[in-house]
Structure formats: structure tokens, C-alpha cells
């Protein structure tokens, strides 16, 4: 019982992390000092899609399931909802490369804004010629 709920946490977790991936320069927007773990985590999810690499909780996810006696992901709510978000159909190369330029397309976009907003805020601050 114990390694199934541990393997849904994991799933969450996976979960969370592609959608701070994605949407994580916004709380950048907010809060600079969240690039600290932002940026590591785009590079990581950029390089994983490129190359095809899969993600170490893929498999520690999969080997906590074994040990729960499971096969496969029927049965709950995590495994019925949240599964085809992060696994979805058809994944292939091609498709993983698209995703992975979506993923550097956004936060470029992102990083954007803050470089921006930066440059503006400093504008301000500095003393003007007379």
C-alpha cells in the first residue's frame, strides 16, 4: 500500500514539475530569485525532450508499482487523470522535439518580460545627466 501511494506522490510530483517547467518564469516574473530553480529545471526538460532521455522518476515511479504488485495504471484517480498528461499517446521523437521547443519558446518569452522589466526598473533608479 505504502509503495503505490508513494508512486502517485511521484506522479504528482512529475506533474508539478512539467507544469513548473512550462509556466515557472511567471512566478520568475514575480520573484527573480526563482530562476535559481527554474532555469536548471527548463534546461533539464529541454535536454530530456531533445534527446530523448527519460526522466529518473520514470523509472522510480515503475519500480515502486512493481513492488506494490501493480501492472499498470488502472484503478485511480492519479493513474485514470494525470497518467495521460504526463505519458500521453503517441510519443514520439518528432513530437518530443516540438515539445521540447515549446518548452524553450515559452520561457524564452518569459525571460523576456523579466529582462525587460529589469532594464526598465534600472532605468529608473539611475541618476539622469544634467
Known amino acids: 500500500m505504502l509503495d503505490r501511494v508513494l508512486a502517485d506522490v511521484v506522479v504528482v510530483f512529475h506533474l508539478a514539475f512539467i507544469a513548473f517547467v512550462l509556466v515557472g ?13 527554474h532555469l536548471p529545471a527548463v534546461v533539464w526538460a529541454a535536454y530530456a525532450e531533445f534527446t530523448s532521455t527519460i526522466c529518473p522518476l520514470t523509472p522510480f515511479e515503475n519500480g515502486l508499482r512493481l513492488r506494490a ?26 513530437v518530443q522535439l516540438v515539445l521540447g521547443a ?29
Open 69 to 94: 504488485g501493480q501492472s499498470g495504471y488502472e484503478g485511480g484517480f492519479v493513474e485514470r487523470y494525470l497518467m495521460p498528461i504526463i505519458y500521453p499517446a503517441g510519443l514520439t521523437p518528432n
Open 102 to 130: 515549446t518548452v524553450v519558446a515559452v520561457n524564452i518569452a518569459f525571460y523576456a518580460i523579466v529582462w525587460q522589466r529589469s532594464r526598465q526598473r534600472g532605468a529608473m533608479t539611475r541618476p539622469t545627466p544634467d
Open 25 to 37: 518564469g511567471v512566478l520568475v516574473i514575480w520573484r527573480h530569485r526563482v530562476a535559481w530553480l
